[in-house]
Structures are given as C-alpha cells and as structure tokens.
C-alpha cells in the first residue's frame, strides 16, 4: 500500500475570473496539507483582468502556479 500521494489539480480558463478566484479561495481552505497537492491555472489569453487578479492570490495558496498562453 502505498503511503503518501501527491494531487495535481489543472485548470484551464479563459475570461472567468470571477470563477477562478471562488476556485482559488477553496483551495486555500481545504484540509489536505499543502504537501500533497498543486495547483495550476493555465489562463488561454483572458483579457479580463484574470491575470492581474492571479497574481495577487498568489500569495493565498504556497503550491500554486500559473501559465499563460496568449
């Protein structure tokens, strides 16, 4: 059996930021220990302020990261 695991959560988006930032926050909530998981945001050339709004919850979450594709 084995003992430990690792989550890698993804989620692409494009103009959602209002979404992507609920999704965040329950990240930044949720019980499994931040050891065990990542998340990443692949923004596909949102222009709604998406990404200026990544990069101030940033700070919420220490296994996030984030691509941006134009």
Do not use: C
């Amino acid at each position: 059996m084995i003992s430990s695991y690792f989550l890698s959560v993804v989620v692409p988006t494009r103009n959602r930021r209002h979404l992507l930032e609920r999704v965040i926050q329950a990240f930044s909530i949720q019980s499994l220990k931040s050891t065990f998981w990542e998340l990443i945001i692949v923004d596909n050339g949102s222009n709604d302020g998406t990404q200026a709004s990544l990069l101030k919850l940033m700070s919420q979450l220490p296994n996030f990261s984030w691509v941006q594709e134009s």
